[in-house]
């Protein structure tokens, strides 16, 4: 885009750099270059524009309050016309962003201070706050938990979009798939995640949810079997195991759990310890801040210290 006045100082008005007077003269020195760092807003305005007196004002405390992250140029279009011919501003105020050098975003009358906010947020492409970004996880997981699996997408994906690394998304989003009864994408989106940031807690509960989904699930008929059976016999360890796996593999965690434990308390090395790392696996599952995972390590740890 090529705007006139390249070689213009710029004007001598200044607020500390954020905030200052353009000319057609120096728009270039004081937009365009300056924009290749720092977004820039220009904002047209006249003397005699009533919505302009309530527009900048707003307009500069949200820069002020920008810290920094974008710059304000205010351009009287009776004195420096050119620059607003040739952006073809219609009325005023109008506001125009540019970043590297072009102009690419912009809105025309005085707009309310929620919409000037969201304006510069685009424009800064921040993205939400390490306390927004917990809030949306909590609000994300009580969804998926309450088996809102619509809503628990929404966030997480809104999550992604601001970060598309997040690792704690991502295992939210392979959840949220495998709730769906689509463990294919799930396993899609996992193997995405680099090697070297598998070992994210978040990330191994969901790898080792997609193990238990891959699992083929016991029917009722199969579960009234196993329990039947270990009501005649509570030490068949094997069949205890077998039980604990297949509700597990039907979401019934805490019953999983419960059944594991059992197994530790009569015997905490049978078969090589193989129930206590099933517990461990059913941790990630369920998620270390999970109450499963809370209550079951408690008691696990009551168990073989006591």
């Known amino acids: ?76 279009i009776d004195e420096n016309p050119q620059v607003a011919q040739q952006l073809r501003v219609q009325s005023i105020p109008t506001v125009f962003a540019f970043d590297k050098g072009q102009p690419v975003d912009g809105f025309m009358g005085a707009v309310p201070a929620s919409e000037i906010e969201a304006f510069i947020k685009r424009l800064t492409k921040s993205g939400p706050t390490a306390d927004e970004v917990q809030a949306l996880l909590s609000r994300a997981h009580e969804s998926l938990d309450s088996g809102d699996v619509g809503g628990a997408a929404q966030d997480f994906a809104a999550l992604l979009q601001a970060d598309p690394e997040n690792l704690d998304a991502l295992a939210g989003m392979a959840r949220v798939y495998l709730a769906g009864g689509q463990p294919d994408q799930a396993l899609q989106l996992l193997d995405s995640v680099p090697e070297d940031k598998r070992g994210h807690a978040a990330l191994k509960g969901a790898l080792a949810a997609l193990e238990l989904a891959a699992q083929s699930d016991a029917d009722t008929e199969e ?61 990630d599952v369920a998620g270390p801040m999970s109450q499963t995972a809370k209550d079951g390590r408690k008691r696990l740890s009551k168990i073989l210290f006591s």
Do not use: Y
């Not at 524009?49 to 304000?72: F, H, I, Q």
């Not at 079997?225 to 965690?253: F, I, N, Q, Y």
């Open 223 to 283: 579960l009234g079997v196993l329990t039947a059976h270990l009501d005649g016999a509570p030490g068949d360890h094997a069949k205890r195991l077998e039980l604990a796996r297949a509700l597990a593999s039907r979401g019934d965690l805490d019953g999983a759990v419960g059944h594991l434990l059992r197994i530790v308390e009569a015997d905490r090395d049978w078969n090589e310890g193989e129930a206590r790392q099933e517990l461990l696996k059913l941790f």
């Open 1 to 76: 885009m090529e705007i006139i006045g390249a070689n213009a100082a710029p004007p001598a008005k200044d607020d500390g750099g954020l905030i200052s007077d353009g000319t057609d003269a120096g728009f270039e020195a004081q937009v365009l270059r300056p924009s290749m760092e720092t977004p820039v807003i220009v904002d047209f305005w006249a003397p005699w524009c009533g919505p302009c007196k309530t527009l900048g004002p707003a307009l500069e405390g949200a820069v002020r309050k920008a810290n920094g992250t974008v710059k304000l140029v205010k351009i009287n």
